[in-house]
């Protein structure tokens, strides 16, 4: 072999050497496939899926519209480590058996969360109201959706830092009455206590996790509604 040749492929050998402690191996290696795909699986962890990624949103979107939820589509933003919005929808009216009722005080939610507070405001809410208020709802207020912040407490990221979960705090009625947890949940009336606790049971089987004045002092005033998951009810 030439002087020339063997230069040349020690540069080679070398430069190889040098992109597999970087973490790429070269294409047509053995373990190229492979490589590669952990590769993307780190990058995609730290910066979001990948854009070759399958995605489940386009049906959601479609699912939450046909429940007649007024709402747009939101640009997937990331906003710190553990902080993003992803797949989220920005919801302005929901709808009832016979009309439709206003949300308040809401920001970004996931699609999929969006979509199991759609059929709760309509099935549950909106219903219980009718039945044991005697008035259908006109609107659900909130204490927001999304922000990035650690659960109380802790130093691990809440469910909202992801906008999987809303925070709500009254009911207001068509007749005008104002039903909120802080003041309702233990002193309301007999009819106002009831419909609460309906509305938290109702909660309970379309959300993954709820809290309400029952968990502890710090939920006393809101109902949290987060993921559609694993159950956890209190």
């Known amino acids: 072999m030439s002087s020339g040749k063997i230069i040349r492929l020690t540069v080679l050998t070398s430069a ?9 191996i070269p294409s047509g290696s053995s373990s190229d496939t492979g490589a590669r795909g952990k590769q993307n699986v ?10 070759g990624a399958p995605s489940s949103a386009g049906a959601c979107v479609s699912q939450l519209s ?9 640009p997937d933003t990331y906003a710190a480590p553990g902080c993003n919005k992803i797949g ?19 920001g970004p939610v996931k699609c999929e969360v969006a979509k199991a507070f759609s059929g709760w405001a309509r099935f549950g809410v909106d ?21 990035c912040r650690n659960v109380a407490g802790t130093s691990r990221k809440s469910a909202h830092a992801r906008a999987e979960a809303i925070d ?3 009911f207001i009625l068509a007749d005008g009455r104002r039903i909120a947890l802080l003041q309702d949940w233990d002193e309301g009336t007999r009819e106002e206590r009831e419909f609460l606790r309906v509305v938290h049971r109702s909660a309970c089987k379309r959300f993954g996790t ?11 005033d809101h109902f949290h509604l987060e993921g559609t998951g694993a159950k956890f009810c209190r």
């Open 127 to 147: 219903r219980a109201a009718r039945q044991i208020l005697g008035s259908p709802l006109a609107r659900i207020e909130t204490m927001g959706s999304y922000s």
């Open 16 to 24: 190889a050497m040098a992109l597999q402690a970087c973490g790429f």
């Open 88 to 106: 989220t929808v920005q919801m302005y009216a929901l709808a009832g058996d016979v009309s439709k009722f206003g949300v308040a005080n809401i």
């Open 42 to 51: 780190g990058l995609g962890s730290a910066s979001g899926p990948s854009s």
């Open 210 to 220: 709820v809290l309400g004045p029952e968990y502890n002092t710090a939920h006393a």
């Open 168 to 170: 709500v705090s009254a």
């Open 66 to 74: 046909a429940t007649g939820t007024q709402f747009s589509t939101l």
